[in-house]
């Protein structure tokens, strides 16, 4: 089952020559999702091959370098004659806002747009095996992160034991590895627990957005294999990330590591650092215990499955 999150935009406030504005892409197999939407999202999404099939876009705020590339996607869906409703996820008391920008050009698109508010804690997308969860952040706007958390796998199939107890091969495996018990020509009982192991871990990505580092965060990110962090500073200028509602890559690396996430995506690196921005991965990755890493626009992470 694909889980793979592509960067459209890793730039702060401020775009540079070779970094967007914020904007992640993320495919779970084929259901596509995107993460803000910066100014010029859109060309991102054409020049990286990620298609256009989204039908949730999930706002943290809305500063204008996280929502401005909205009405031009519209626009773009709307000539392309898309007819299916598109779901924008806005943080409660921004509903407004996000309605204005999607009729900005004075037309509004003949497709449905429906605008919902929510809040830290609200499950926001309650799919078959997986949900998205909208956790508190603290950024200087109303605003909110979000993590894919995918429902727990079947424990695997233990096929040599099951033929150790008489089950023929057939049918009756399919039975067991679904939960259900069979009954042998002879009468006796099998039951799934003597043939299916524990149940297995799904996987666990989540997007901060902007946000001064927060404890809610290590409990949205608990075990994740992908925490994508706000890291718009180097830890010299972590006094300028408070003010502002930002992080350092050192406090994102020791959230990460409260979190015991797997890998860490330093995002949202500020303008000042072009040139030299993969300082900020030098300085996450000293303090991260596992994986840190600074994408550049166009990287696309698979996230494997965590027994893989």
């Excluded at 830290?120 to 993590?147: C, I, M, N, Q, W």
């Amino acid at each position: 089952m694909t889980l793979a999150v592509t960067f459209l935009g890793t730039s702060g406030a401020v775009p540079t020559g070779q970094r967007n504005t914020s904007s992640v892409f993320l495919r779970r197999e084929g259901d596509c999702f995107l993460f803000d939407c910066g100014e010029g999202t859109q060309r991102q999404m054409m020049r990286f091959g990620t298609g256009f099939g989204i039908d949730h876009i999930f706002l943290s705020h809305t500063h204008g370098d996280h929502v401005l590339g909205l009405p031009g996607l519209l626009q773009t869906w709307d000539f392309n004659e898309r007819d299916r409703a598109i779901a924008i996820h806005t943080p409660n008391g921004t509903r407004q806002l996000v309605r204005n920008l999607t009729s900005a050009t004075g037309a509004r698109p003949s497709y449905p747009v429906r605008v919902h508010e929510v809040g830290p804690g609200d499950t926001v997308l309650d799919a078959e095996e997986y949900e998205v969860r909208a956790f508190e952040t603290d950024h200087r706007a109303k605003s909110v992160g979000y993590a894919l958390i995918e429902d727990d796998r079947k424990g695997r199939f233990d096929r040599e034991r099951a033929e150790e107890l008489g089950v023929p091969v057939g049918p009756r495996f399919s039975t067991l590895h679904a939960g259900d018990a069979v009954e042998l020509d002879d009468g006796t009982v099998v039951h799934p627990d003597e043939v299916v192991g524990d149940p297995r871990p799904g996987r666990t990505v989540a997007y901060t957005g902007d946000t001064r580092p927060i404890g809610a965060t290590v409990e949205a990110a608990a075990d994740a294999d992908l925490l994508i962090h706000d890291a718009t500073f180097l830890d010299d200028r972590r006094e300028r990330a408070g003010e502002t509602g930002h992080s350092t890559a050192v406090q994102a690396a020791e959230i990460a590591n409260r979190a015991n996430a797997k890998r860490l995506a330093l995002t949202h690196v500020s303008s000042r650092y072009a040139g030299h921005e993969y300082d900020i991965e030098d300085e996450g990755q000293a303090f991260f215990d596992g994986e840190a890493f600074l994408p550049d626009d166009g990287d696309e992470i698979e996230v494997p499955y965590p027994d893989d």
